[in-house]
C-alpha cells in the first residue's frame, strides 16, 4: 500500500516520494542550530545558517527556480552536523544537505561556473583512487624538496592561477625527512614506510578474542600510512586477527558528502562485497568520514533491491577504532607517555556518530598522559571533506581559529581521528607560525603499547 500523503510529504518533481519536504518541514526554526554553525558565526547571515538553508531548500522544493546567490549559500556548508548535535527536534539536515549538493550538478541550481566545474571534476577523480593519488604524489614531492611549494605561495601565483590549487599546496604533508611533519614520523617507523608495505591478515598477539576487517582509506593510505600500521599494531595487540582486503577501493565517502550519490553508491558496492568476502566480525575503521558513510550505506542503497539489506548488514558491523576498541576492552598493558595531548573532535565523529567520550577514555588511560582541552572543541576546523579546497577564504578562517584555540592549550602533541582534520591544523599553525606534532590516536596507543616512549610521536 502506497503511503499517504500527509501535510510534511509533498511530492513534487525534485522530490518524488515527498522525503526530503517532510525533512524540512521538521525544522521549526527556532534558531538553537546559530551559534553552532561555522559559517554563521564567520559571517552572521541567515541564509549561511542551517535553518535559512532550510529555507531556501523548501522553496526550490516547492519549484522556486535556484539562483546563483541561494546556489552559493548551499555550496558554502561545510556539512559538519554541528547543528544536527544541537537541534532540539532531531531534523536530519545531513539528508537534506547531501540531497541539495546534488542539485548543483543540474537543475534546479544554476550550474557552477567552468572553473569550479572543472576543479570539482579533478578532485573526484584524483582523491578517491589511491594509484592516481600516489601518481599526483611524485610531482608534489618535487616540488615540495625543490620548495617550489613555497615560493608559489609567497608570491602569489598560485592563488592567481587557482585558489584550490594554492589550497592543496599548503595543506600537503611534508616530506620525508627534511621538512618535518606526519611523514617523518612515517619514516622513522619501519613498520610503516610503505602504504603497501601491511599484510593481508595481522594475527593476534594474544588469544584471539575477534576477527576484524580494516578500511585503509584512500588519504589515509597515501598521505598516512603510518597510521594504518598503527592501527593494525593496535588491534592485533588487543587479540585480534586483523583482515586487510588488498583489493579494497574508496568507501565513497567524499562523494556521498558531495552530494554525488550514484558515485557513493558504486564505491559502497564495492566496499560491501570486499568485506563481505573477508568474513569478519566487525570493520574497523580510523578515518571519521569514511566510517560516517559507511554507516549511512542502509540510507544509501535503500532503493536497490538487491542491495539493501547487504548494505544495512555491513554498516551494522562498521565501528571506529575508538568505538571498537573501547566496546572489546583493554587487553594488552598500556606503558607511560609522559606527554600533554590536545584531543580534537573531527566532525563526523563527533556529530555524525556522536563518538567523544571513547576517544577520551583510551587517551585517559594511559599511565603519565594528560588531556588538554581544546576552546570550542566543537566548531569545525575547515577540513570538511574537500570544503578547504574549493572554498579555501572560509577554510582558512576556520583553520586559523582553530589552530589559535589549538595553540592556546599549550600542548606537547595534538590528537585527531581523521586525516583531512590533521592535515587542515597543521596547516594552520605553520601560517600562525606555531609547530605542534600531530598524531592520530591509533599511533598514541600503539607507542603506548609498545612501550617506545614519546619521542617518536613529538619528533
Not at 76 to 91: D, E, F, I, N
Not at 357 to 379: F, V
Request: glycine share 10%; aromatic share 4%.
Amino acid at each position: 500500500m502506497a503511503e499517504p500523503e500527509g501535510p510534511g510529504r509533498r511530492p513534487t518533481p525534485l522530490d518524488p516520494s515527498g522525503e526530503l519536504r517532510g525533512l524540512a518541514d521538521d525544522c521549526v526554526h527556532c534558531g538553537f542550530c546559530l551559534p553552532a554553525c561555522p559559517t554563521y558565526q564567520l559571517w552572521g547571515e541567515e541564509m549561511d545558517s542551517p535553518r535559512g538553508r532550510i529555507h531556501l531548500m523548501t522553496q526550490i522544493l516547492d519549484g522556486t527556480e535556484g539562483t546563483p546567490a541561494s546556489a552559493e549559500h548551499l555550496d558554502r556548508c561545510l556539512g559538519c552536523m554541528a547543528c544536527v548535535t544541537a537541534c532540539p527536534s532531531g531534523v536530519r539536515y545531513d539528508r537534506l544537505i547531501e540531497a541539495a549538493r546534488g542539485w548543483a550538478e543540474e537543475p534546479p541550481l544554476p550550474t557552477r561556473p567552468l572553473r569550479e566545474r572543472a576543479a570539482r571534476a579533478a578532485i573526484f577523480s584524483v582523491f578517491p583512487y589511491p594509484r592516481r593519488l600516489r601518481m599526483v604524489l611524485a610531482p608534489l614531492r618535487a616540488a615540495q624538496w625543490a620548495r617550489i611549494d613555497a615560493l608559489l605561495d609567497r608570491s602569489g601565483l598560485a592563488e592567481r592561477l587557482s585558489p584550490e590549487l594554492a589550497s592543496a599546496l599548503r595543506l600537503a604533508p611534508d616530506p620525508p625527512p627534511g621538512r618535518g611533519g606526519l611523514l617523518r614520523r612515517a619514516a622513522a617507523r619501519p613498520a610503516s614506510r610503505s602504504p603497501r608495505g601491511l599484510p593481508e591478515r595481522v594475527p593476534a598477539q594474544l588469544a584471539r578474542r575477534a576477527v576484524v576487517g580494516m578500511l585503509t582509506g584512500c588519504v589515509q593510505r597515501v598521505f598516512f600510512p603510518q597510521v594504518n600500521a598503527a592501527t593494525a599494531n593496535v588491534l592485533a595487540a588487543e587479540g585480534c586477527d586483523v583482515v586487510i582486503p588488498a583489493g579494497q577501493g574508496c568507501c565513497g565517502a567524499l562523494s556521498l558528502h558531495g552530494g554525488r550519490r550514484a558515485e557513493a553508491a558504486r564505491f559502497a558496492r564495492q566496499t560491501i562485497e570486499t568485506f563481505e568476502r573477508a568474513g569478519v566480525d566487525a570493520v574497523v575503521v580510523n578515518a571519521a568520514g569514511c566510517g560516517s558513510a559507511m554507516k549511512e550505506y542502509a540510507g544509501l542503497l535503500a532503493g536497490d533491491a538487491g542491495w539493501s539489506r547487504r548494505a544495512a548488514e555491513l554498516a551494522g558491523q562498521v565501528r571506529d577504532l575508538s568505538e571498537f576498541l573501547v566496546e572489546l576492552g583493554p587487553a594488552a598493558p598500556r606503558h607511560p607517555l609522559p606527554v600533554t595531548a590536545a584531543y580534537h573532535d573531527a566532525c563526523h565523529l563527533a556529530h555524525a556518530q556522536r563518538i567523544t567520550a571513547q576517544p577520551r577514555e583510551l587517551l585517559a588511560a594511559i599511565p603519565g598522559l594528560r588531556l588538554a582541552d581544546i576552546a570550542d572543541g566543537g566548531t569545525c576546523c575547515g577540513s570538511a571533506g574537500i570544503y578547504n579546497l574549493v572554498q579555501p577564504k572560509a577554510a582558512r578562517e576556520l583553520g586559523r581559529r582553530k589552530a589559535d584555540n589549538v595553540a592556546a592549550t599549550g600542548a606537547d602533541l595534538m590528537v585527531a581521528g581523521n586525516p583531512g582534520c590533521a592535515m587542515q591544523i597543521a596547516s594552520a599553525l605553520a601560517a600562525r607560525g606555531a609547530s605542534m606534532p600531530m598524531a592520530h590516536i591509533a599511533e598514541v596507543l600503539d607507542a603506548s603499547i609498545r612501550n617506545t616512549g614519546p619521542s617518536a610521536l613529538l619528533a
